[in-house]
């Protein structure tokens, strides 16, 4: 065999076999190659195993110098596109206002929809081009993107156009996604704005590609059931797949609508319920943790433990966003949802690699596997471990994306978007 790259010096490979989900006890099974090689050809793995196995050639051979090697990370949850901040929420917080009474009296996503309205959209993919390539140095080679920051149709259009020029300026592969967040505060302009999405929005969403699925938070200040049924309806009859923020604050139905309409995932769960558990394992949906949330919010963190013995496939995810997860590493998220949640490590790996690509609707990511885009994490140190173990510090080394080393230095923070 003749390749481009042989990659050698590897301690350990490790990696999900076959495409996901892994569900339940599966969620444990990774292969574990010690003293490893890869080879790369045309952007995909071509050979993966023992570098003692390998007999064919190559044109260039990369030594890693005896580290650890997990599969190219998935972040399947983020808000990386906007503008201003909440640092007076967070001083609100700390002074004892909830996050739901802070969104009540008009701070919260409010205060952010304001602010990424007035931002043209050249500014919008200034700031978020550091966010992206932060948790592209964490580890990330596939990140979704939420737009929901935008309320109105032309501003949604805004966010997800400056998503696209993004994806033209990294080399992370870039997934958008439609976000209807929060109503109009007036409740009676509720039906008329969701005139506005399903008959304008989404089917100019859909025409233009500049999404692939459309989400809705469901929670008591935010979108009712009956409400997301009609959104999220109209989405898969314009050919979107479907996501749901659901049981973050309380349960009123979102959940099980999900799943009767057959999301790709729901998101957040915090408070979802142990009788609801085998509904989850019995469907093809996804659920996907965000434990940045609990340690910023303070609230009680998702069930991880009891769903994934109750036989759901879990992902994780950062939630990357102003006011409830300012997390920018894929790996940090992956390393508190083994605090958090109580993940092992090897359900941690699972849960930000096969499972996460799962959550998104995707089979070619987040796997070490011949015949696959060759996206591959170089971790600092021999034990792939490392990756959940270390707090306060990027386990990763090395981010390669379609076979080639990802820039991920100061150099292009320092030179931005282009």
């Given at each position: 065999?003749?390749?481009?790259?042989?990659?050698?010096?590897?301690?350990?490979?490790?990696?999900?076999?076959?495409?996901?989900?892994?569900?339940?006890?599966?969620?444990?099974?990774?292969?574990?190659?010690?003293?490893?090689?890869?080879?790369?050809?045309?952007?995909?793995?071509?050979?993966?195993?023992?570098?003692?196995?390998?007999?064919?050639?190559?044109?260039?051979?990369?030594?890693?110098?005896?580290?650890?090697?997990?599969?190219?990370?998935?972040?399947?949850?983020?808000?990386?596109?906007?503008?201003?901040?909440?640092?007076?929420?967070?001083?609100?917080?700390?002074?004892?206002?909830?996050?739901?009474?802070?969104?009540?009296?008009?701070?919260?996503?409010?205060?952010?929809?304001?602010?990424?309205?007035?931002?043209?959209?050249?500014?919008?993919?200034?700031l978020a081009f550091p966010r992206l390539?932060?948790?592209?140095?964490?580890?990330?080679?596939?990140?979704?993107?939420?737009?929901?920051?935008?309320?109105?149709?032309?501003?949604?259009?805004?966010?997800?156009?400056?998503?696209?020029?993004?994806?033209?300026?990294?080399?992370?592969?870039?997934?958008?996604?439609?976000?209807?967040?929060?109503?109009?505060?007036?409740?009676?302009?509720?039906?008329?704005?969701?005139?506005?999405?399903?008959?304008?929005?989404?089917?100019?969403?859909?025409?233009?590609?500049?999404?692939?699925?459309?989400?809705?938070?469901?929670?008591?200040?935010?979108?009712?059931?009956?409400?997301?049924?009609?959104?999220?309806?109209?989405?898969?009859?314009?050919?979107?797949?479907?996501?749901?923020?659901?049981?973050?604050?309380?349960?009123?139905?979102?959940?099980?609508?999900?799943?009767?309409?057959?999301?790709?995932?729901?998101?957040?769960?915090?408070?979802?319920?142990?009788?609801?558990?085998?509904?989850?394992?019995?469907?093809?949906?996804?659920?996907?943790?965000?434990?940045?949330?609990?340690?910023?919010?303070?609230?009680?963190?998702?069930p991880g433990r009891g769903l994934i013995?109750?036989?759901?496939?879990?992902?994780?995810?950062?939630?990357?966003?102003?006011?409830?997860?300012?997390?920018?590493s894929i790996s940090a998220a992956l390393?508190?949802?083994?605090?958090?949640?109580?993940?092992?490590?090897?359900?941690?790996?699972?849960?930000?690699?096969?499972?996460?690509?799962?959550?998104?609707?995707?089979?070619?990511?987040?796997?070490?596997?011949?015949?696959?885009?060759?996206?591959?994490?170089?971790?600092?140190?021999?034990?792939?471990?490392?990756?959940?173990?270390?707090?306060?510090?990027?386990?990763?080394?090395?981010?390669?994306?379609?076979?080639?080393?990802?820039?991920?230095?100061?150099?292009?923070?320092?030179?931005?978007?282009?």
């Amino acid at each position: 065999m003749n390749v481009e790259t042989l990659i050698t010096g590897i301690t350990q490979v490790v990696s999900a076999q076959g495409p996901g989900p892994r569900r339940g006890v599966a969620m444990s099974d990774v292969v574990c190659i010690e003293n490893a090689a890869l080879a790369i050809d045309q952007g995909r793995f071509v050979w993966v195993g023992r570098a003692e196995d390998w007999h064919g050639q190559a044109a260039s051979v990369v030594d890693l110098g005896g580290r650890a090697v997990v599969p190219g990370l998935v972040d399947p949850h983020t808000h990386a596109v906007w503008a201003g901040d909440r640092l007076a929420d967070f001083a609100l917080r700390t002074s004892g206002s909830s996050y739901e009474e802070i969104l009540a009296g008009g701070g919260g996503i409010r205060s952010t929809i304001g602010a990424t309205q007035s931002a043209t959209q050249e500014k919008l993919v200034a700031l978020a081009f550091p966010r992206l390539l932060a948790l592209m140095e964490s580890g990330a080679t596939v990140i979704e993107v939420k737009s929901g920051y935008g309320f109105t149709p032309s501003a949604e259009i805004k966010m997800l156009e400056a998503i696209r020029q993004l994806q033209a300026k990294l080399s992370v592969r870039l997934v958008p996604t439609l976000l209807i967040h929060i109503p109009p505060p007036e409740a009676h302009k509720r039906l008329s704005y969701l005139d506005q999405i399903t008959s304008e929005l989404i089917p100019e969403v859909a025409n233009t590609a500049l999404a692939s699925a459309v989400d809705i938070f469901v929670d008591r200040e935010a979108w009712q059931a009956d409400e997301a049924e009609r959104v999220l309806s109209c989405a898969l009859l314009n050919g979107l797949a479907i996501k749901m923020h659901a049981e973050q604050f309380h349960s009123i139905g979102g959940l099980e609508l999900a799943l009767e309409l057959g999301a790709l995932s729901v998101d957040h769960l915090e408070v979802c319920r142990s009788d609801q558990y085998p509904q989850l394992a019995a469907s093809n949906t996804l659920a996907t943790l965000l434990p940045g949330v609990t340690l910023h919010l303070g609230i009680p963190s998702a069930p991880g433990r009891g769903l994934i013995d109750a036989g759901v496939a879990v992902a994780v995810g950062t939630d990357l966003n102003p006011g409830s997860s300012p997390l920018f590493s894929i790996s940090a998220a992956l390393a508190l949802a083994v605090r958090l949640n109580g993940l092992s490590a090897e359900e941690a790996l699972v849960a930000g690699t096969v499972n996460a690509a799962a959550a998104l609707g995707l089979e070619n990511a987040g796997r070490i596997e011949a015949g696959l885009p060759a996206d591959f994490v170089v971790l600092k140190g021999r034990d792939w471990r490392e990756l959940v173990y270390l707090l306060g510090s990027n386990p990763v080394e090395e981010v390669w994306i379609a076979g080639s080393k990802a820039r991920t230095n100061a150099a292009q923070r320092m030179e931005g978007p282009k």
